[in-house]
């Protein structure tokens, strides 16, 4: 099975633009979710979907939003960036009444 | 909600040395996972270990779920296992949203 696919891996934004960032699931999974890492917050939680619907939300502004596709592909989207979006943007999968989550290779994502 | 400590927050090894990283968590948890993140940035699944104790060759994992604790041990470290080490944690009862912690960064020198 292929495992979680991010796209794009890395690129550069000014600040003020927006970004969209792609995630297809491991086959079967049909639970997304979305993280952000920094070096100074760590590991935080944006979102998870479920079947196209918003299941659970982390502590971020509404700047940040996402999506899940009828085959469960997802996209996460940032709206006017700022600097301190600069992150490593991580999806991950899972099946629903699994235990164990599945990481993608990440979304570097640098603004300036 | 939950807390998840890690400690100790970075390791220094000379390859062949052994190590313990362990992780705290503040309520009963139904899951817990052990993540290697390797230097480009993709965390690999090490181990599901809510109890109980886990082995996969150099590396092992236990969980003492009553004493809210789990303890990640490699030996005979090589420098490939140069990283950052992330417990999550999932509280009992709660939404499936896992709780890491800042992680353990490991450097295997040769």
């Known amino acids: 099975k292929a495992g979680v696919t991010q796209t794009p891996r890395y690129l550069i934004k000014t600040r003020g633009q927006q970004v969209t960032l792609s995630c297809s699931p491991i086959s079967g999974h049909r639970s997304v979710s979305w993280y952000q890492q920094t070096p100074g917050q760590g590991l935080q939680f944006l979102f998870e979907y479920f079947s196209e619907t918003q299941r659970n939300k982390g502590n971020f502004p509404g700047r940040f939003s996402g999506r899940q596709f009828s085959n469960s592909r997802s996209e996460m989207n940032v709206s006017t960036l700022e600097l301190g979006d600069s992150a490593l943007y991580l999806c991950?999968?899972?099946?629903?009444?699994?235990?164990?989550?599945?990481f993608g290779e990440g979304s570097w994502l640098t603004v300036v | 909600g939950i807390q998840v400590e890690q400690s100790p927050p970075d390791l220094i090894l000379q390859e062949g040395a052994n190590s313990t990283l362990r992780c705290n968590f503040s309520?009963?948890?139904?899951?817990l996972q052990w993540f290697h993140q390797n230097p480009w940035g993709q965390l690999i699944n090490l181990f599901y270990i809510p109890s109980g104790t886990k082995q996969n060759g150099r590396l092992s994992a236990t969980t003492v779920a009553t004493e809210r604790y789990s303890l990640l041990y490699i030996s005979s470290s090589q420098t490939t296992d140069s990283g950052v080490y992330f417990c999550a944690a999932t509280a009992s009862g709660g939404s499936y949203i896992p709780t890491f912690g800042r992680g353990t960064s490991l450097i295997v020198h040769p």
């Open positions: 991950a999968s899972r099946e629903l009444s699994g235990n164990t989550i599945y």
């Open positions: 309520d009963s948890v139904n899951n």
